[in-house]
């Protein structure tokens, strides 16, 4: 008798780099064929998912590579069980070596953002169901009658279907199992959802919008990489040209993935898909069910779910047959991850779709500067939507100087936005008050002594919210009660809010317009995405007269009533020393405005600031975003900064200050000397000290073409090893500064 053996190697899903050895055998995988009496000759192939021994305790892993260095199999482990319908394609397992490599993470833990648990290997089950067999039983009653006449037919129907339609209850049921007039059995498990017709219901596009959905078209049908900027003013109707895209690829029979940012996956969204689409898309967010994401993950890989729509974690999908990858809102934020596995989601996604052959259209009303220079260069092609859908004007903006014309003492609003709010009141339209600020204000302070309320594990203000008669930080959670009296020197009524959040421009608000509809929309309010779509939709329908929010409403939502915005602090994130602070706060501006006048037109933006004259501002009132690109690109072409040249970021943190300022100058003295590349540092983060832990941050610059990644990885294995509570986090091209 003979057995086969092979020797695979396998990665698993914990914080190693490197693949194990593992022994394949038929027997131990029950393929032994016992009437021949001997093992059957089969071969496990790269990219199965299996389930190995690992120490102590069982974990899944994926086959990656059918050949292994090591030759002595009598040290190996075997291999416990392989899962069958899920393969992960060559192109997906090099996808998540390159980002391992990029972002120097370990590939273990690459695959962990891939994995789940057994639950998604798994064939869904089949469904237990009755159906009739035999005659009437002895004892008839009205309802036992009104179901057997429900059930004459001979489908099989589950319990609960049986005893709904019928109007019964399950005892009834019950009695006629035990009887013998019906049987169990059991049917297929129901599909998770009908694939989505490409013809159901195409659009009327105007002129600009089929010119552009054309040329997407062509670009798909050559089923090969390419990077697509469609870059359209807000309201241009940017969906509708990308979801021709969309069909062009399910007539090619394969897959698609929508990303958005979660907080823009609302239900309007959705309803414009089925709409297009005939039903609704798969979706991937934090709002979903772990059974659900799991039903969705099996179909990603089986082919069965043809398109998904998701935030950033849906781009760890393993779809079978990937065939166009979307990115709405590409200059989001929120599609760099900065814990475990370092990532911007966006430039990932170009890169699954360059290693696949498959296109990549990034779209934007306000395009981050790194991929309008790639359009401009010509890496990427260049879409533009250049107006409104419908004719409708872009919203008139009106620059209110501060210095000029100030609020009124212990006020927020100008009295010229005040007026427009009236205005806007009076016509039975909708105003949006936005401040990128949460809670009712960033610092509380003592008049007597001067006392801070400070976070005790950040070096941060405690900001207070007065909806929960709480101070809380936002950075680690830390909450603590409003005091009655100064904890510093004891003095009563003496605590002072200084500046304004949402909430203190909801309460100036209600004495302003206390017969008026508000609604607040900001996170610390929200709890989970189904609150948030439903308050959406209030907003949506009209049922708010004022919307007072921070940046949850400036993310592609159309509200047709909106006619009016007015930005309550336009200066807000120009004074941090972060270099993407300008871009971050033309996105915002740029987006939020857009959400006035989208149906109608006759739209209007007031933006207060002190600095009237900062170029930011003034590209904003003037309504140029060429103008500000132009400005921005030259000013980075300079400092030789992205695109025009590389970061990268080292953060240390310790629990021991000094600890953490020692290890940094020790990497310092084995930094390798290379020219064009500099090293700053070490310096205090920004935030310097988070849960607890002192940060300091080493700053990386090198020119455009440069390794990094490679460099990188070469200083860090010249460094001394970390001890005791040292902690190093590499952020290659970083988004946040802090």
């Keep these: 008798m003979s057995l086969i053996c092979q020797i695979v190697s396998v990665l698993v899903p914990v914080y190693v780099d490197s693949c194990y050895s593992y022994r394949v055998r038929a027997r131990g995988l029950e393929l032994f064929d016992e009437a021949a009496g001997e093992g059957t000759d089969v071969r496990i192939e790269p990219g199965q998912v299996v389930r190995v021994p690992l120490g102590p305790r069982s974990v899944l892993g994926v086959v990656w590579d059918d050949a292994s260095e090591f030759s002595d199999e009598s040290r190996l482990k075997d291999i416990e069980h392989v899962y069958d319908g899920v393969v992960l394609s060559g192109d997906f397992r090099k996808f ?145 040209v990308y979801f021709e895209a969309v069909a062009e690829v399910l007539d090619q029979g394969k897959q698609v993935l929508i990303m958005v940012p979660e907080i823009a996956l609302t239900d309007a969204f959705l309803k414009r898909f089925e709409a297009r689409f005939g039903v609704c898309p798969g979706e991937w967010h934090s709002g979903q069910s772990q059974r659900y994401k799991n039903l969705i993950w099996r179909g990603v890989a089986t082919g069965d779910v043809r398109v998904v729509v998701g935030a950033r974690s849906s781009l760890m999908l393993p779809f079978q047959n990937l065939g166009l990858i979307v990115v709405d809102e590409e200059h989001d934020g929120a599609y760099k991850q900065e814990d475990r ?22 779209a934007s009303a306000t395009p981050s500067v790194e991929s309008r220079n790639n359009a401009d260069l010509g890496r990427y092609e260049h879409i533009r939507l250049p107006s409104r859908f419908g004719g409708q004007s872009m919203p008139d903006i009106t620059l209110i100087d501060m210095r000029a014309d100030p609020p009124e003492k212990g006020s927020w609003l100008s009295p010229l936005l005040v007026q427009a709010v009236d205005e806007t009141l009076e016509a039975k339209q909708q105003s949006l008050l936005f401040l990128n600020r949460r809670g009712y204000a960033p610092l509380t302070l003592c008049r007597t002594c001067g006392h801070r309320f400070q976070c005790p594990n950040c070096s941060t203000w405690l900001v207070e919210h007065r909806f929960r008669k709480q101070l809380v930080c936002h950075h680690c959670g830390h909450t603590e009660a409003v005091p009655p009296v100064c904890p510093q020197c004891g003095d009563e ?48 329908s009209g049922k708010a007269d004022i919307v007072i929010g921070t940046q949850l409403v400036a993310k592609g939502h159309n509200f047709p009533a909106m006619t009016l915005v007015g930005v309550i602090d336009a200066d807000l994130g120009l004074a941090h020393g972060d270099l993407r602070a300008g871009e971050k706060v033309f996105q915002t501006l740029a987006q939020v405005t857009g959400r006035a006048g989208r149906l109608h037109g006759q739209g209007r933006g007031f933006l207060q600031s002190y600095i009237p004259d900062h170029p930011v501002i003034a590209a904003l009132a003037k309504g140029d975003r060429e103008e500000f690109y132009t400005y921005e690109l030259d000013q980075r072409r300079k400092a030789a900064m992205p695109p025009f040249g590389r970061l990268a970021s080292v953060i240390l943190s310790c629990e021991h200050r000094e600890a953490a300022l020692a290890y940094g100058r020790d990497m310092i003295r084995a930094v390798p000397h290379t020219e064009g590349v500099r090293v700053l540092g070490p310096a205090e983060a920004p935030l310097s000290v988070l849960r607890g832990r002192f940060r300091f941050r080493l700053l990386v610059s090198a020119p455009r073409n440069f390794p990094l990644s490679q460099w990188l990885r070469q200083w860090l294995q010249d460094c001394p090893k970390t001890t005791g509570s040292l902690r190093i986090q590499i952020d290659v091209d970083p988004v946040s500064f802090v």
């Design 96 to 240: 998540i070596d390159w980002i391992a490599q990029y972002t120097l993470a370990q590939r273990g833990m690459v695959l962990r953002m891939v994995l789940r648990g057994e639950d998604a290997l798994l064939p869904p089950k089949p469904v237990s169901a009755l159906r009739f067999i035999g005659d009437a039983p002895e004892r008839m009653t009205k309802a036992r009658a009104r179901v057997l006449e429900a059930m004459a037919g001979g489908l099989a129907e589950t319990k609960s279907d049986i005893a709904e339609r019928c109007g019964v209850s399950a005892s009834v049921i019950d009695g006629l199992v035990k009887s013998g007039t019906l049987s169990m059995c059991e049917l297929p498990a129901p599909v998770l959802m009908e694939p989505p017709q490409a013809n159901f219901s195409p659009p009327s596009l105007s002129e600009m919008q089929d010119s552009a959905a054309a040329e997407l078209r062509r670009i798909v049908k050559e089923q090969q990489f390419a990077g697509v900027l469609l870059d359209g003013v807000t309201g241009s109707g940017k969906t509708e």
């Design 341 to 362: 596995v370092i990532y911007n989601a966006r430039d990932m996604a170009v890169v699954r779709g360059h290693l696949s052959g498959f296109p990549v259209i990034l």
């Design 493 to 540: 009524h003496s605590l002072v809010a200084c500046g304004p959040g949402v909430e203190r421009i909801a309460e100036e608000a209600a004495s302003r317009w206390p017969d008026r509809r508000i609604v607040i929309l900001s996170s610390d309010l929200i709890h989970g995405v189904q609150q948030l779509r439903a308050e959406l939709e209030l907003v949506s």
